[in-house]
């Protein structure tokens, strides 16, 4: 069965949505510049309403050590999402924190897939993301996806989700079509930029426990 991440939540009542309605893990962004961004006081609060069995994910980019170990403090940490991380830097920030690491990568092209292969062994998992233009401030949370046959024939070796412009709509063609054993959504539950929908959150989680 497919598991489900919402990533991105900033507020009481989506939290209460993606747990109620079955998401396997929710993500807390500590990115400054995105609209998604939570303060250590916030997420701690979020995250003390967060039954044991669902996973907190922190979502970086390319962060310092000090920024990671004050978000795992203040939230509970169970993972970490990075984004834009060398694989010895994800390594080294999976090592030094004991803490399950998934390293996402930007996908536009094949090649950008075969990158995967560098995280052996330095990543716990590999999420698959859309590749943002060059010019975004942003690394994910932009309603983009990538062209899911990039995938078709590609050895995963080891656990790994989707992710980019998902949503209630396309969700189950997206596991349909990748095999996908983890889907992740953000832009694609929210009414704007940083705004979650707890109708969009019920409904996309419902369409992943229907596929």
Sequence with gaps: MTQAKVCGLSTHPTVAAAVSNGARHLGFVFFPPSPRAVGFEQASDLCRAIPG???????FVDPDDELVERAIAAAGLTALQIHKAAPTRVAHLRRTTG???WAAIAVKTRADVAQAAAYDGA????????????????????????????????????????????????????????????????????????????????AFLQSVAAS
């Design 53 to 59: 069995h669902v996973g907190r994910v922190g979502v």
């Design 99 to 101: 803490l399950e690491t």
């Design 123 to 202: 990543a716990s998992a590999i999420l698959f993301d859309a590749k943002t233009p060059d010019d975004a401030t942003l690394p994910g949370g932009m309603g983009i996806r990538f062209d899911w046959s990039l995938l078709d024939g590609y050895r995963h070796t080891m656990p790994w989700g989707l992710s980019g412009g998902l949503d209630a709509g396309n969700v189950a063609e997206a596991i349909r079509r990748t095999g996908a054993p983890l889907v992740d959504a953000s832009s694609g539950l929210e009414t704007a930029p940083g705004i979650k929908d707890v109708d969009k959150i019920a």
